[in-house]
């Protein structure tokens, strides 16, 4: 489970144009604690993970097993519920009504 939240974090550090160094000034670590996250040589305590993550504007997320599948998909829609409809007019999606109640700028 580790490696692949580590894989995670790399892909998302790498999407975001960060180097190792970056976004180990910006989560207040060593670039080699992340480099050896990356690599798998080092089996990092939770707090280092979050730093990460919060670092590159993530969060963990605990979710139960039996509910994985549904919101993985919930997420992938974008937070739209089952049958809602796209376009125009179409009501806000759960994640854009957050975004915008927490001053994000995410438009449907």
Same mark, same amino acid.
């Given at each position: 489970?580790?490696?692949?939240?580590?894989?995670?974090?790399?892909?998302?550090?790498?999407? #975001?144009?960060?180097?190792?160094?970056?976004? *180990?000034?910006? *989560?207040?670590?060593?670039?080699?604690?992340?480099?050896?996250?990356?690599?798998? *040589?080092? !089996? /990092?305590?939770?707090?280092? @993970?979050? =730093?990460? +993550?919060?670092?590159?504007?993530?969060?963990?997320?605990?979710? /139960?097993? #039996?509910?994985? %599948? =549904? @919101? %993985?998909?919930?997420?992938?829609?974008?937070?739209?519920?089952? +049958?809602? /409809? *796209?376009? +125009? !007019?179409? &009501? +806000?999606?759960?994640? !854009?009504?957050?975004?915008?109640?927490?001053?994000?700028?995410?438009? &449907?």
């Amino acid at each position: 489970m580790i490696n692949s939240i580590a894989a995670e974090l790399e892909t998302v550090r790498k999407a #975001s144009r960060l180097t190792q160094e970056q976004l *180990a000034v910006k *989560a207040g670590l060593n670039r080699m604690t992340v480099q050896r996250l990356e690599s798998g *040589a080092l !089996d /990092p305590r939770l707090s280092t @993970v979050l =730093e990460m +993550a919060r670092a590159m504007g993530m969060e963990l997320l605990l979710v /139960p097993q #039996s509910l994985r %599948h =549904e @919101v %993985h998909g919930f997420i992938r829609s974008g937070g739209r519920t089952l +049958a809602q /409809p *796209a376009g +125009a !007019d179409a &009501p +806000a999606s759960v994640v !854009d009504v957050l975004a915008s109640q927490q001053g994000g700028t995410r438009k &449907p």
